[in-house]
């Protein structure tokens, strides 16, 4: 295996893909009676049985991904688990790549320095499984994880699964790409199927054609509008249609990637031109020769584009020509504004208008595209006499694209209006970002072109408001230093006093002068991989061996306390904060130390404290969870709607679960979340009444009956004990496969493996 892991899929691989598809296809649309999608085609061609049952959000299926892919933050819980199962090496190609722990301070060289010193241990233990597991390695300062993907492993027609929520970045190059918690990749890389419920289809038919500016992400900031965070859960969002051809490869990726905020399990385009255009810039040459010899089966069939209402479950027509520049914000990536209405809302709901820091960058914006897009707009504006009125910053996708950007003088362009080129790394999207000089007391608005915005999840200051919209509209803004700003009809005055206008950006899609390498970061795993030594320092607070979880006693759950209900939303950043808890992503008893402390409390509106049931205290969450632990009491939190919608943390699932949460009860769950809550041994489970949900007090208990007897579309009954002795009896849902049902008996998916390993 490990001499397939080098810095580019080999072709050999996607042949072998290649090879089945067109029979795959074949049977498909015999075995349907009629055309098939593009994401039908890439499934059916994955399936580890190709005879499986098959029904559209019904059954769970068992597939082969051609790769996993894993950032430093999931990565070391990943592969902590994966150690623990006995294997000596993966049995799919898989990379790491370490861009989440970079803090972004000082600009990218400071910064990165620092990184490596204060994450060494970390990235050492990285370094040193990968190497001892036959891991691809990509070192700090190689850029953030999709980009990667993208530049070096998607390939059209392929299946991957990440350990990130924006891992379907890669359906920009026709991939699907799934994003999922740990313990998902560590059953792909101990040989077992990735397992996941068949998708509803949601068509997106794009015609027209984007101009001025308008520019891919105002398509995603769109979609989000209509379908909402929690619209696309259980389905894959297909794009189709003319327009859908005339966007370039990387445009393709920043629409794919978004769709995590609208709950989708992956996003994806049919195989293009553009797609060809940029494998073969990419050094893929050989890999787009392949893929135009089945370029067929890389698009959906002329039958689905004739009928797409009998194809998809659900359709979307957005017309490219009509659609202008969008700014979503704050809170919520679908909470959409048309960009030259933003002003008039934030004077409505209070939001300050002045802009306190515009960002670019993130896996969803940060393509050699979108810079020369930027920079084009930071060179007139230079000429014009204008410059930044807020901080600018800019963070690379990659180094490829750093080191390109670099040499055709772009980064010296947005460096001419005031810019601070970051390190390549996620940054301030993921709460690497220090502030020293806010006021974190008073509102502030930043602008950025990155996917989510909730509360805290830039700085840490929830009085931050976030808004995300394209890279160019977040220069125009920059420029202006108002929200209040369309680049379309509004003028700025410059430096002289004059009234200028900004003309449209204009962009170039691949680099004329090819991609420059940059610097060489990634690392192959040896060949002789016996002596590596994987070292976890039983001392460290950053990095602890896990130790397996209790197997279920068999026993019904019975009155057992509440220790959160949730209001509103509570998402993973709720659950499980980054930021300076990102420090603590290899260690689960230290990061069980931000429980829910972002949750806010349905019984008192306080986020993050809640009252003790051992002794009616008010304490915050993770300290009673501790406390509930160590009297060996389980106990149970509530949820609202799309309970742990964003990442695909599974610290959001193994917390509760370390901490003795025996079920998770909520209107309804975000699709990964769900999944790593069941990985993990815990019950999510839904209302059958949502109303259920309100009847719910502070000091109720909770008891769910019959568990011996959990069965896939069975829904369990529990009840509500109130304080005064009076019972309510409620119904809950699951989405439980028979196969999941032993996960939750064992304790958790992870020891079904580590006793096959052993048997
Ligand atoms: C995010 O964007 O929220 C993250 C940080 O990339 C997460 C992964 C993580 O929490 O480590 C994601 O999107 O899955
Ligand atoms: Fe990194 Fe932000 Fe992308 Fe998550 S969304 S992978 S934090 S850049």
Request: proline share 6%; with cysteine; hydrophobic share 40%.
């Amino acid at each position: 295996m490990s001499s397939a892991i080098s810095a580019t899929t080999p072709i050999e691989l996607v042949q072998e893909v290649y090879a089945r598809l067109p029979e795959r296809v074949a049977s498909g649309r015999e075995r349907f009676g009629r055309g098939l999608t593009l994401a039908e085609k890439i499934l059916l061609n994955h399936l580890r049985d190709a005879e499986q049952d098959v029904e559209r959000a019904r059954t769970y299926n068992d597939f082969g991904p051609d790769r996993v892919a894993m950032q430093d933050a999931t990565a070391q819980m990943a592969l902590l688990q994966f150690m623990t199962a006995g294997l000596p090496e993966v049995a799919v190609p898989s990379t790491v790549h370490c861009d989440h722990l970079i803090l972004a301070k000082e600009g990218a060289a400071l910064d990165l320095k620092f990184a490596l010193d204060t994450n060494s241990e970390v990235y050492e233990f990285l370094r040193t499984v990968s190497a001892k597991y036959g891991i691809g390695f990509w070192k700090p300062g190689s850029g953030i994880i999709h980009q990667v993907v993208l530049e070096n492993y998607a390939f059209p027609g392929g299946m991957m699964i990440g350990t990130d929520s924006h891992t379907p970045n890669a359906g920009g190059l026709g991939m699907v790409a799934i994003g999922v918690g740990g313990a998902d990749a560590v059953d792909v890389m101990t040989g077992f199927p990735f397992n996941v419920r068949w998708p509803k289809l949601i068509g997106v038919h794009l015609t027209g054609a984007l101009s001025g500016w308008s520019s891919p992400k105002d398509i995603i900031l769109k979609v989000a509008e209509i379908l909402t965070v929690k619209g696309g859960t259980g389905a894959i969002v297909e794009y189709f249609g003319p327009g859908a051809d005339s966007i370039t490869a990387t445009g393709k990726a920043t629409v794919c990637n978004m769709g995590a905020e609208i709950g989708a399990t992956t996003s994806l385009f049919p195989y293009d031109d553009n797609m060809a255009a940029y494998l073969r810039a990419t050094g893929r040459e050989a890999i787009a020769d392949a893929a135009e010899s089945v370029r067929g089966d890389l698009r959906a069939d002329d039958a689905v584009l004739a009928d797409p209402s009998a194809h998809f479950d659900q359709v979307i027509e957005i017309d490219l020509d009509q659609l202008g520049p969008m700014i979503n914000g704050p809170h919520s990536p679908d909470r959409a504004h048309q960009l030259a209405d933003v002003g008039d809302a934030a004077r409505q709901e209070g939001w300050p208008l002045d802009i306190s820091s515009a960002l670019i960058g993130s896996c969803t914006n940060s393509s050699y595209e979108d810079i020369t897009r930027a920079a084009s707009i930071a060179r007139q504006a230079k000429a014009k006499g204008l410059r930044a009125r807020t901080q600018l910053m800019i963070t690379p996708g990659s180094e490829q694209t750093r080191a390109t950007i670099e040499r055709d003088g772009l980064l010296a362009d947005l460096e001419g209006i005031g810019g601070t080129v970051l390190a390549n790394a996620c940054g301030p999207c993921i709460g690497q970002w220090d502030r020293p000089d806010l006021d974190p007391s008073k509102l502030n608005t930043i602008v950025n072109s990155y996917n989510r915005n909730f509360p805290k999840r830039n700085d840490g200051n929830a009085n931050t408001l976030s808004f995300v919209t394209s890279p160019d509209t977040v220069i125009a803004l920059a420029l202006a230093g108002t929200l209040d700003f369309d680049p379309r009809t509004d003028t700025l005055t410059n430096e002289a006093g004059e009234e200028v206008r900004l003309d449209p950006p204009v962009g170039e899609a691949l680099p004329q002068g090819g991609f420059a390498a940059g610097e060489d970061t990634f690392q192959a795993p040896p060949v002789d991989r016996s002596a590596v030594e994987v070292v976890v320092d039983p001392q460290s607070d950053r990095l602890q061996l896990l130790e397996p979880f209790e197997p279920w006693d068999g026993r019904d759950y019975s009155e057992l306390p509440i220790l959160l209900k949730a209001q509103g939303k509570c998402t993973t950043d709720h659950i499980s904060a980054a930021g300076p808890w990102l420090k603590y992503r290899g260690h689960l008893e230290n990061i069980s130390g931000n429980l829910y402390l972002g949750a806010v409390n349905a019984f008192t509106g306080e986020v993050g404290t809640g009252k003790d049931p051992l002794d009616g205290e008010t304490r915050p969450f993770p300290e009673i969870a501790k406390r509930l632990h160590e009297a060996g009491q389980g106990w149970v939190a509530i949820g609202d709607e799309n309970m742990g919608e964003g990442s695909s943390r599974e610290h959001a699932a193994m917390e509760p679960r370390f901490r003795n949460a025996k079920v998770i009860l909520a209107r309804s769950f975000a699709r990964i979340h769900e999944t790593n809550l069941k990985k993990q041994g815990l019950l999510p489970l839904t209302f059958a009444d949502p109303a259920t949900y309100d009847e719910i007090g502070e000091d109720d208990r909770i008891s769910v009956h019959d568990l011996g007897a959990l069965a896939p579309d069975t829904p369990v009954r529990g009840t509500i004990h109130k304080p005064d002795g009076a019972t309510v009896d409620f119904e809950a849902h699951h989405t439980f496969s028979p196969e999941q049902v032993e996960w939750f008996k064992a304790g958790g998916a992870l020891n079904i493996i580590r006793q096959k390993q052993a048997g």
